[in-house]
């Protein structure tokens, strides 16, 4: 049979295109659906619960903007991925679960760490190095952790922690401590392979799991469309599972849905699979020219600004006035201050700690 | 002659290459719309478009079985990993499948890929994204390994890869890209796998150093010479086949050897040259071979400990210290 002959330019794989909005037109699993028309009281939030919430987002959102800045000025090095966009997501999450439920994340992992009981000052420390830093300064930016609190960390293997996600829901079933686990991908964790596993195994297994993708856009410079194909959310289809979309730019609106799908896996012991819409507002390190995307998308996105708009919550439901929105924005400066001090004035580790932390005994016999 | 950084060198030879080679493509996370993570392919999209210079999403795995897949059919890819620390997830392709299908089909097919990018440390970026891997590679039947130090090699080592019939790793560093040498331009330029070069000639100890540990190993003979020691250093470029003989020719000279290796203690380049040397020059050494290597433990992220933990000019200088019976 003869063949027509392709031309070479017909011929072309991955999809072409920077920006996720190209001439103003929406591509898929970038729109946000609407955020909740609940007001808190609905939720059975009180007063001082949306202030906290407005709190710990605004330290979630200086700690970053400060940290930015001293890693300028070269006060510490490594990687450094901003959250400053996503903070409803870790901030409406951590309030919705119960405090002994668990926690694990990709290394944009500073929102997660502050608002699961890493302190500034430890987080600080910790982006310096310090052996005062939540993780002993062993990690840095992307290895925050607080396992007490059942933060289980930020871990920086692309799609890596999942099946670590995974496991640690197995444990709590096999233990059967009532304890749901939430664990936290960035999109472009999605086409990896050890979510698909872990999503067939955690509904076969009926895991207490939450897998939710923080879907920000991007992967780095690479849309989310070029990456993927179809909704992402779909991907649960395939495993009979539970899914849902939320708008991540709202935290009532996290807080609302993700409290109605950890009730539901706390029931059944059965795995959801949840797609997150929000924005990263800065570059994926800082390093990047973010030549992919526009600056009109961009603004467009910075008009939905999460920690703005729970801020307006507060003032447009008179639940407290400007005078006291200054008061803890002050508060708050202070602390980060505080923090980026505590983590100039600490110590960098002992010589020796080089060798602590791999294996559970202390007189291993090290390789020479 | 020109001058080029180490990216360029690259690029260069990728460029070359694909310029006279239709089959050759290259695939990879970030390589085509950003120009590449460390802008080794920049501009190279424009160039060769869309079919030929191609964004992967994060599937290392995925994609480096794809390239196998599609070497087996006839193609030439040059599949670029963002580090080798990434490479892990796609381990289980390069290990159980470019390095065996040949042989156990009897030879019926022909892996003709080359799998590249960063390899090791590249500063404080803590344990997952630090490690050396190409020993480990090495380690298995079946797969070349390059690790080299400076542009020209870069460009004429890639270009025999690329032209090889067999999986080849060709490893880089990110805290090389911006380094500049003089670099040949003649399109036919190449440099053969598995030859090591003497770099800087001496007599008084054979110092083996490849990758950005050759640039640690210069650093030493430049104060060691100050002190009247006369390094010389040899850079095996190809980790496998490893050129031994250019190796044990060198400590017939000198007599000493010291190997520094941004690898683990253990079962690294060190440990394999240092076997090696005292089976083919026993006689030949008036000391016990010394290595500098990393400690047997993961990189951490603290600037001081990170500091300690790489292998640095003054643990050369004092195995050299050690194997002259200087200190
Ligand atoms: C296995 C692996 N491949 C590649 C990388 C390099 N890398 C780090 S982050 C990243 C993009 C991930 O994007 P996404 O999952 O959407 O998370 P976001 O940065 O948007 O939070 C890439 C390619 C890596 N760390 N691990
Ligand atoms: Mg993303």
Redesign the pocket.
Known sequence: MAKKEKNAEEVTFTPKGTGIRTNGEIVRSTELPDPTEKKHSDLDLSDDDVVDMFEQMYLQRRFEERAMQMYQKGKFGGFL?LYMGQEAISTGTTYALNDDDDIIT???DHGWGLVRGVSPKEGMAELYGKETGCSKGKGGSMHFANVDEHFWGGY?????HIPLGGGIAFANKYKQNNRVTACF?????VP?GALHETLNMSQNWGLPCIYAV?N?G???GTAVHRHSVGEIVDRADGFNMKKMVINGMDVLTVYEKMKEIADDVRENSEPWFVEIRTY?YRG?SMSDPMKYRTKEELEEYEKLDPVARIKNYLLDEDIIDEDKVEEIEDSVEDTVMEAIDFAEESDFPEKEALYDHMFAEDDYPFHT | MAELQFREAIRAAIDEEMSQDEDIFVMG??VAEYDGAYKVTEGLLDKYGSKRMIDTP?S?LGFAGIGVGAAMNGLRPIVEF?TFN?AV?AADQIINHASKARYMTGGQVEIPIVFRGPNASAGQLSATHSVSYDAMYAHFPGLKVIYTSEPADAKGLLKSAIRDDNPVLFMESEQMYGLKGEVPEEDDFTIPIGKAKVKREGSDVTVVAHGKMYHVATQAAEKLAKEDVDVEIVDPRTVKPLDIETIVKSIRKTNRCVVVDEAHPFGGLAAEVGYLIQREAFDYLDAPVQRVTLPDTNAPFAKNLFDEWLPSPEQVIDAVNTVTYRK
């Not at chain 1, 991908?185 to 964790?189: S, T, V």
Request: hydrophobic residues 40%.
């Open positions: 991925h990709a290394y944009r920086g293997i692309v799609g890596g991908l960035g999109d472009g964790a990896q923080e920000n991007y992967a780095m990263r994926h | 996370e970030e994060i290392e963002m990434f997830l």
